[in-house]
């Protein structure tokens, strides 16, 4: 069993900056890439960011320039640092890994419930 943990959201003013965390946890052979997406109400699932095992980083134009993704591959733990947050923003931000959990089976995607994060204006 994995599971995928989130914390760190909450409600902020518009320019606010929030840090969400991510560990996953269980049966786990190696992780691959660790991402957040987020959900507005009304709107698609949509990737904010992403990182690869490596630390190599992408970005939705979206986030680019305010959001930061890191990763601890030693706790695998990925984290979102929200910075200038927009009203805009506001959505709830799910975390998303690529497991491995045995070293004969194949990878596949996780993700955790979610946490909301809310901006107001």
């Known amino acids: 069993q994995v599971q995928l943990v989130e914390s760190g959201g909450g409600s902020v003013q518009s320019g606010g900056s929030l840090r969400l965390s991510c560990a996953a946890s269980?049966?786990?052979?190696?992780?691959?890439?660790m991402g957040w997406y987020r959900q507005a109400p009304g709107k698609q699932r949509e990737l904010v960011a992403k990182?690869?095992?490596?630390?190599?980083?992408s970005y939705a134009d979206s986030g680019k320039g305010r959001f930061t993704i890191s990763r601890d591959n030693a706790k695998n733990t990925v984290y979102l640092q929200m910075s200038s947050l927009k009203p805009e923003d506001t959505a709830v931000y799910y975390c998303?890994?690529?497991?491995?959990?045995?070293?004969?089976?194949?990878?596949?995607?996780?993700w955790g419930r979610g946490t909301q994060v809310t901006v107001s204006s």
């Open positions: 269980g049966n786990i052979f190696s992780v691959n890439d």
């Open positions: 990182i690869t095992s490596g630390g190599t980083t």
């Open positions: 998303n890994a690529n497991i491995r959990r045995y070293s004969m089976e194949g990878p596949r995607d996780y």
